[in-house]
């Protein structure tokens, strides 16, 4: 009997291992289309992490602002570099097998730096959006390109900048600097042979002049006028490039929308709902200009055929007065049908925006106890440093958590003094993925604490210019900041437990079955936490900001770890080129 159970025990364990052997990739930018980034690979956990290692590691030579999520698949990385250059390397060993290097358009504006958030993998092509607007499809085996479109048409892409204004643009010879131009951030994701893919850079804001060289942030600035566009998310074809559906973030009817003046809590949005209603009529092509750019990959429901994502604020950024009533679809979550690109549902988060609350953070699709049944919802981390959760199909608010970032002056209006806000424009989370365990039903946030300072100042008249009268928003550099790791627990929307950062956290969580979460920060240090107590378990010193989202995958029986090595410039974390790949030191 004892020989039998020995030989049982022994095919079992064979049977384990062989099931530990198989290959288990990363196949798109959220893991799966629930953008929930929780592996159930376990075999790096809380017992072995100080075993983990330094596997092999790529430098690409493009040290920039390094935020890519990379795909693996058929034991191939993909990768994309800043300035949208895409490299496929060996997933095991890190060599390279080949390398697309991309030609920007001549003198293209970049709204928003040269970073790209990853590429789409499926049916043999790669996928990218670029920074200067357009979408391309490579092949996966050689990187050639098969074909390369404009997501835009010409008058859309333009540029705006202090030059390019009429000259009778008070803004013209102005102490003001700064461009806005339509370019791509997101990772595009694939569905039933539809890539989908949005916009950024449609909100129109500028920088002042300053002394601030060197800084890692300047001032952000809003004029009232018709400055900006509108902004997209579309669906093209992956085998052709054409353009299936697009559904344009501002509403093309009622942009005015309900004049909303609290948050569900009844906290005030500090709005003069009389002037704007009496203000309508000055400016009535205010929608054509409406900002609300696309910022998230999004999640989608397979089985219903539904997509949600994220907006960004509206257009001209932080001045409400040329765009009355509450600026439809901007900072919301918005719901599509997947196959005609029609609205489902959507919810603002903060109608008539003035502060930068973008809602930019992925959504997450899990499964929830409501009313004694589980029901399908969607969840999202906001800038405004609370953790949404709404039904699926309706869009009803179901939850708000605690708040994870502490709140000041949230949403107060500019004086010439300057109100103190937090979270402010840079979050709450900003555009960071989280990790979702549906098994424990707890959210992991990386967030960040940085007061901002937010100004109502002018212009003098001068050389028969009329006074300029304009708001800033400054993050200030001389008060303590830090970043927060929140446990959310989903049913009671209470903090399980929140940890501090020495920096704030930009760049997002893998979260995995080993009991471990992994989360770079702009000094250079990897880290890995225990996900039920929040305790730091390893790390490891880069030569750069680790400011991206770490994935992982298993090849012959090996878990590896990998994450993009190259900082955040707007952060002022230092860039750098490197994919870093790890596994256990065997």
């Known amino acids: 009997m004892r020989v039998y159970l020995l030989l049982l025990i022994t095919l079992l364990i064979?049977?384990?291992?062989?099931?530990?052997?198989?290959?288990?990739?990363w196949p798109t930018y959220g893991l799966d289309y629930t953008n929930q980034r929780f592996s159930p690979i376990k075999q790096i956990n809380i017992r072995n992490i100080h075993e983990l290692k330094r596997a092999?590691?790529?430098?690409?030579g493009v040290k920039a602002t390094f935020q890519t999520s990379p795909i693996m698949v058929n034991r191939t990385l993909y990768i994309s570099l800043p300035f949208n250059h895409v490299v496929a390397l060996d997933a095991k060993s890190g060599k390279q097998l080949w390398r697309y290097n991309h030609q920007l358009k001549n003198d293209y504006p970049l709204c928003c730096g040269p970073a790209n958030r990853g590429v789409a993998v499926s049916?043999?092509?790669v996928f990218i959006g670029t920074v200067d607007a357009r979408l391309i499809a490579l092949d996966a085996k050689s990187g050639k390109v098969l074909w390369d479109i404009e997501v835009t048409d010409s008058n859309s892409t333009k540029s705006e900048s202090i030059t390019t204004l009429n000259d009778t643009d008070p803004l013209r010879?102005?102490?003001?600097?700064g461009q806005s131009g339509v370019g791509i951030a997101m990772a595009p994701v694939v569905y039933q042979g539809k890539v989908l893919i949005g916009v950024t850079g449609v909100g129109y804001g500028l920088h002042l002049d300053s002394d601030r060289d060197g800084a890692p942030l300047g001032a952000v600035v809003g004029f009232a006028g018709n400055y900006g566009r509108s902004g997209f998310l579309a669906a093209f074809d992956a085998n052709t490039g054409n353009k299936v559906w697009q559904f344009d973030t501002v509403a093309a009817n009622h942009w005015e929308g309900d004049f909303k003046v609290a948050a569900p809590d009844g906290t005030s949005f500090n709005r003069d709902i009389d002037v704007e209603k009496a203000d309508l009529h000055k400016y009535p092509e205010a929608s054509k200009?409406?900002?609300?750019?696309?910022?998230?990959t999004p999640a989608i429901d397979t089985s219903n055929g539904l997509l949600y994502f994220g907006?960004?604020?509206?257009?001209?950024?932080?001045?409400?007065?040329s765009r009355p009533g509450d600026n439809l679809y901007s900072v919301s979550l918005v719901c599509l049908d997947i196959n005609s690109g029609k609205i489902v549902w959507h919810y603002q988060q903060v109608p008539h925006d003035k502060w930068g609350y973008d809602v930019a953070s992925p959504a997450v699709l899990f499964d929830y106890p409501y009313n004694g049944r589980m029901i399908p919802v969607v969840g999202q981390a906001a800038k405004i440093g609370w953790y949404f959760i709404h039904d699926r199909f309706t869009g009803e608010l179901l939850l708000r958590s605690e708040e994870f970032v502490s709140h000041q002056n949230t949403f107060k209006n500019p004086t010439p003094e300057g109100q103190v806000i937090l979270p402010g424009v840079l979050g709450g989370i900003n555009w960071s993925p989280t990790s979702l365990d549906q098994k424990k039903l707890i959210a992991y946030v990386p967030a960040i604490h940085w007061p901002v300072k937010y100004t109502k100042e002018i212009i003098p008249p001068s050389n028969s210019k009329p006074a300029i009268e304009f708001t800033k928003l400054e993050p200030l550099m001389d008060v303590p900041r830090w970043?927060?790791?929140?446990?959310i627990d989903l049913v009671s929307g209470k903090i399980k437990w929140q940890i501090k950062t020495k920096q704030p956290l930009v760049g997002g969580l893998l979260a995995t079955q080993g009991n471990l979460i992994f989360m770079g920060e702009g000094n250079g240090m990897f880290n890995a936490y225990n996900s039920s107590t929040g305790k730091l378990l390893w790390q490891d010193l880069l030569s750069a900001g680790v400011n991206a989202p770490p994935i992982t995958y298993m090849l012959d029986g090996e878990q590896y770890i990998a994450v993009a090595v190259g900082g955040s410039q707007i952060f002022g974390y230092k860039t750098g080129d490197t994919i870093q790949v790890y596994k256990l030191n065997k």
Request: charged residues 15%; glycine residues 12%; negative net charge.
């Open 173 to 177: 010879n102005s102490k003001i600097a």
């Open 311 to 321: 907006t960004g604020n509206p257009s001209p950024q932080m001045d409400g007065t």
């Open 14 to 25: 064979n049977a384990f291992n062989l099931v530990q052997a198989k290959d288990v990739e």
């Open 483 to 487: 970043g927060v790791l929140s446990a």
């Open 289 to 296: 200009f409406g900002g609300a750019s696309a910022w998230s």
């Open 56 to 60: 092999w590691s790529y430098e690409s």
């Open 123 to 125: 049916d043999g092509k």
